[in-house]
């Protein structure tokens, strides 16, 4: 129905700056929300920002100020631009996006599509 491919993940240096971009293809139109996962080693994943079709955005309180969540003009991309990058940002991410409403996908804490996930470490 939807894919969705990860890319810009790398290591980069505590300080530095990476941006990952999240590709989607398939039955797009029915996308309302999209946003950016992590998975830590031995943690459980978690949100770090999310964006809804006409803009909105919500950042976890661990990457505000930090990171930036945006999509193209075709809203076909959607980018994470990650700066300060601390080595507790190391970790998984995944992009992901859901037909369901902005209200729905908070209450029930998911989404439909989810990409194969791109490394991020930050170490010195």
């Known amino acids: 129905q939807v894919q969705l491919v990860e890319s810009g993940g790398g290591l980069v240096q505590p300080g530095g700056s990476l941006r990952l971009s999240c590709a989607a293809s398939g039955s797009i139109f029915s996308i309302n929300v999209m946003g950016w996962y992590r998975q830590a080693p031995g943690k459980q994943r978690e949100l770090a920002a999310h964006i809804t079709s006409s803009g909105s955005t919500n950042y976890a309180d661990s990457v505000k100020g930090r990171f930036t969540i945006s999509r193209d003009n075709t809203k076909t991309t959607m980018y994470l631009q990650m700066n300060s990058l601390r080595p507790e940002d190391t970790a998984v991410y995944y992009c992901?996006?859901?037909?369901?409403?902005?209200?729905?996908?908070?209450?029930?804490?998911?989404?439909?599509?989810w990409g194969q996930g791109t490394q991020v470490t930050v170490s010195s």
């Open positions: 992901a996006a859901s037909s369901s409403d902005w209200i729905t996908v908070i209450r029930t804490r998911s989404m439909d599509y």
